[in-house]
């Protein structure tokens, strides 16, 4: 696990919440920080294997974690 990512959950979670959680939140981060680069990089299309132009992906990707990171800090958020 990267510590930056590990360290800003940590930072943003309530000194109660379990250390696996905020192993969850860090990992959603970093996932979610990965697909942002990925887009910012190949761009919000891309070819899929038979060369039709299809949406990122990564945009699925962001979307559901951003979802997750919003629910686990609901409950494990500072307040």
Same mark, same amino acid.
């Given at each position: 696990?990267? =510590? =930056?990512?590990?360290?800003? $959950?940590?930072?943003?979670?309530?000194?109660?919440?379990?250390?696996?959680?905020?192993?969850?939140?860090?990992?959603?981060?970093?996932?979610?920080?990965? $697909?942002?680069?990925?887009?910012?990089? +190949?761009?919000?299309?891309?070819?899929?294997?038979?060369?039709?132009?299809? +949406?990122?992906?990564?945009?699925?990707?962001?979307?559901?974690?951003?979802?997750?990171?919003? +629910?686990?800090?609901? =409950?494990?958020? +500072?307040?």
């Amino acid at each position: 696990m990267d =510590q =930056q990512y590990l360290n800003n $959950a940590f930072e943003i979670t309530k000194r109660s919440t379990p250390v696996g959680i905020v192993e969850i939140l860090a990992g959603k981060l970093k996932r979610l920080d990965d $697909a942002k680069n990925r887009i910012e990089k +190949e761009g919000l299309v891309v070819r899929d294997q038979r060369g039709s132009v299809i +949406e990122h992906p990564a945009l699925k990707i962001i979307s559901a974690h951003e979802k997750e990171i919003v +629910e686990i800090l609901k =409950q494990y958020g +500072e307040k």
